[in-house]
Every structure is written in C-alpha cells, then in structure tokens.
C-alpha cells in the first residue's frame, strides 16, 4: 500500500492533530521519516491540484482541514461542525494566560480588574486551559496554562507561532511583580500603588488572533 495513501486515510479519518510518531503506528513498515515523506507529498499534491483541502500543522501534529477561504460557503450547513465561539471576556483572559502562564486566579483578576472565575471556569471546561502547578503563595494557589486544545482551537503549529511581545499591548508583555489584596501594598490603593491595569478587550483578542485570523472558521 502507498505510504501516502496510509496517511491520508489515517488524517482523514481523525478529529484531532495527528503527530508524525502517531500517524506511523497505523503499520508496521511505517517509521516517521516515512511518514514526513508521504506527508511532503500530499502536501503538495493538494497545492498544486487546488483542492479545497490542504495539510496544516496544528497543536504540534498534522490535520487535514478546509482551506480558509472556503469557510463562507460551509456555514450555510449545520451538519458541518464548527467550533464555537468564545465570547470577548473569555477571550481576554485566554489572552492573558497564553501570554503569562503559569498564572493564577488572582494574578490574572489583577491584570484584568474584574473577577475571572467564571471565565476560568468556562476556560476549563473547553479544555483550552488547564491547571499546571501550584503558587508558593498563601493556600498553594493553582496556576493555569494553556493545553494543545488552545493551539488546535487557533490553529497554532506550536505556541512559539503566537505574535511577539512586541507585537502586544505591555500589560501583556511585561510580567510586572503582583501587589494585590490581602494585606499587600497596592492592594486597596492607600499606600500610593496602582491600580489593577484594565485590560482593552479588543487589544487582548488581537493580540492572540493575529496570526490566527482566518483559521478557527476552517473544519475538516
């Protein structure tokens, strides 16, 4: 059987990104180089005969997905499946913690000036983020990263494809030390520190969409 007829049935037939290693265990013969081969030929296959599909690296795997100029015409189908949108709150925070992780609740509600629990919550429940650890502060608190359902969801090869800090507003991009509540200058504002930095949605939104602009409206 051709290598490249095996990983196609292979890619076809998944709903998630497939990595090289995985993609090989579909037969014996197959190693990765192989599969890097065959992967190389329906790549350009699939470009040079102008199929409305193509190989995209995603979460660190390979998925073949609609080509985003093609999105328009699949939403007029509701048997197509499409992910859901998340909504400019959730998007702000996801912001925050792809750029700051690891990072906790309170941190995160410091940068963002508004209570995070409920989008955190949201977050954790689309598998976009997910706890990675604990804080050395009072309680152990839990620190949240994001998973390969973020880059998968955005359509990231990897997250050192997300925009350059300097790309991005500076509350994203500068890790400043937390002086929050709980007794710490600067938490209630009586000591001379600053106040919580209010976060601009639509900055936060484009700062993690920009290379993905286009990408989340395509499907398999």
Do not use: W
């Not at 998630?16 to 265990?25: T, V």
């Not at 629990?117 to 976009?128: C, H, M, N, S, Y």
């Not at 007794?183 to 290379?211: K, M, N, S």
């Amino acid at each position: 059987m051709n290598d490249a007829r095996i990983v196609e049935a292979v890619l076809f037939a998944s709903d998630a990104p497939l990595s090289p290693g995985e993609i090989a265990r579909a037969d014996e013969v197959l190693d990765e180089d192989r599969v890097e081969a065959a992967l190389a030929v329906l790549k350009t296959e699939y470009d040079d005969s102008g199929r409305a599909f193509e190989l995209r690296e995603v979460a660190d795997g390979v998925q073949i997905m609609t080509r985003p100029e093609f999105a328009s015409y699949l939403e007029r189908f509701d048997t197509v499946p499409r992910s859901s949108r998340l909504s400019g709150p959730a998007l702000e925070a996801l912001a925050i913690v792809a750029y700051r992780q690891p990072i906790g609740r309170v941190e995160l509600e410091y940068v963002r000036g508004v209570n995070s629990t409920g989008v955190i919550r949201t977050l954790l429940d689309r598998e976009l983020i997910e706890a990675v650890g604990r804080g050395e502060g009072v309680g152990r608190p839990l620190l949240y990263g994001t998973t390969s359902r973020f880059m998968e969801h955005f359509g990231f090869p990897s997250m050192e494809h997300l925009p350059k800090p300097e790309e991005l507003p500076v509350v994203l991009r500068e890790r400043a030390p937390l002086e929050d509540a709980a007794g710490q200058p600067g938490g209630d504002g009586d000591d001379g520190g600053e106040e919580a930095p209010a976060l601009d949605g639509e900055e936060a939104v484009a700062a993690v969409l920009a290379h993905a602009e286009g990408r989340s409206e395509s499907v398999r």
